[in-house]
């Protein structure tokens, strides 16, 4: 019997894309020496993407989909489709073929080495991609990368092929507040990454909006660094010792000059500046606690609606 390959594809208003990804995924299966599993996650969309997983699951034994309650965001449809997965291998794709199913026979090649757990990918172009956020997201990963005690690669997609190994240590990390290009570099294993031009998309629209991106950045900082609060408090130190400096210099030019009182426009300049600190330090420590608060909820990472799969209400 040959191995078995788990695909798990998120879906959110991508029913144009579901039969052109499955297609082409049947493609790349006849070239490879493994049966395929796919787990379709529709992560709560309006349109009628679950229609399309119905009709695909129907008729096939080897499709299976989850069918949220709302749309938990692409994380948790990544974390849901891969709790449900069975195979010796296991890779993740976005339905809309951004991410190339031919590099699969090449991923897997590259698996075959006892050394490697795992084949990422990464794009080497942003072509098609707007430049405000290709801009951003280099940004992005030079802060994260420099502050962040995990190492997070450059234009490294969510496609990666690993082994059943290294998920089940992705699968112990039980947060909510999950941000999956950290948490796979974080569980280690030896990751190789493959090259890539950018495609664009086959169909639909992206739904990452730039405001929705900015925040998802946001939480990988918080999420695998401490160096914001770090930032507090030397900002915080830094504006002590200025102060005190500042009012060695007053003492000695009173004593030495006799300086009338004056200056009130700089103490309102200076109360305004020692007031910004304070409230952004709050805000850094706020983002924290928000998050501390959030885990200690331990609510379920997503809701199952529906799905054509017995063990509906695993949620672990
Ligand atoms: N996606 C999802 N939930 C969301 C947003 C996106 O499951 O809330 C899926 C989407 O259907 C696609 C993948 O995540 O399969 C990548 O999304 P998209 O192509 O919109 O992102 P981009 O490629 O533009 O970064
Ligand atoms: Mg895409």
Known sequence: MSELLSVV????????????FYAAMEQVRNKLPLDFEYVFVDDGSCDQTLVELRKLAHDRSNVHYLSFSRNFGKEAALYAGLSHTH???ITMMDVDLQDPPELLIEMYAKIQDPQIDCVGTRRVTRTG??????????MFYRI???IGQTEMVDGARDFRLMTRQMLDAILELKEVNRFSKGLF????????????ENRERV???????????????????VNFSDA?????????????????IAMLIIIFRTIAYGDPTSG??????????????QLLCLGIIGKYIGKIFTETKKRPIYIVRETDQQDKNKND
């Open 203 to 221: 169909a639909g629209t992206t739904s990452w909006s730039f405001w929705k991106l900015f925040s998802y950045s946001i939480d990988g900082i």
């Open 129 to 138: 991609e707007p430049k405000i956020r290709s801009f951003f997201a280099k």
């Open 264 to 277: 009130w426009p700089s103490l309102v300049c200076i109360f305004l500046f020692i007031g910004g600190i």
């Open 87 to 89: 195979g010796d291998y």
């Open 228 to 244: 914001p609060l770090n930032i507090a408090s030397f900002v915080g130190a830094l504006s002590c010792i200025g102060s005190v």
């Open 185 to 196: 570099t974080w569980v280690g294993f030896n990751t190789v990454y493959l090259e890539y």
């Open 144 to 146: 994260i990368n420099r």
């Open 9 to 20: 594809v998120p879906c959110f208003n991508e029913q144009e894309s579901i039969p052109l």
